[in-house]
């Protein structure tokens, strides 16, 4: 039973991204939701995948593959900028200053030395 819930979750991290799946946390932090032209992308080069694209149909499949990276890379940069936006939030409600502050202090320290 463990071996297969182990290869389950080595399925779905290959599939999902292991940072999906692997977590240490149940809390996760802003998601930007997924557009709908990332969802059928995804669907399209799995389907691809499935079908043996990447061997009968280079061209093609490449063209699916880099449209589906550009996707996710603008998705990605999405997320993280809503990331780092919660974790200023969580910082300013916690009351531990910005990176900003950090910088600043860390200038004086090397000024005065």
């Known amino acids: 039973a463990r071996e297969i819930?182990?290869?389950?979750?080595?399925?779905?991290?290959?599939?999902?991204?292991?940072?999906n799946v692997y977590r240490t946390q149940k809390a996760r932090g802003p998601v930007v939701p997924v557009p709908?032209?990332?969802?059928e992308t995804?669907?399209?080069?799995?389907?691809a995948r499935r079908a043996g694209m990447p061997t009968s149909a280079p061209g093609q499949y490449k063209f699916i593959k880099e449209s589906l990276?550009?996707?996710?890379?603008?998705?990605?940069?999405?997320?993280?900028?809503?990331?780092?936006?919660?974790?200023?939030?969580?910082?300013?409600r916690l009351q531990l200053g910005t990176y900003?502050?950090?910088?600043?202090?860390?200038?004086?320290d090397a000024d005065a030395d």
């Open 5 to 19: 819930e182990r290869r389950e979750k080595q399925r779905k991290a290959q599939l999902l991204g292991a940072e």
């Open 36 to 39: 709908r032209l990332l969802a």
């Open 42 to 47: 995804r669907l399209e080069e799995e389907a």
């Open 69 to 92: 990276d550009a996707l996710e890379l603008a998705h990605a940069a999405k997320e993280q900028a809503a990331r780092q936006a919660k974790y200023e939030q969580n910082r300013r």
């Open 100 to 108: 900003a502050d950090a910088d600043a202090d860390a200038d004086a």
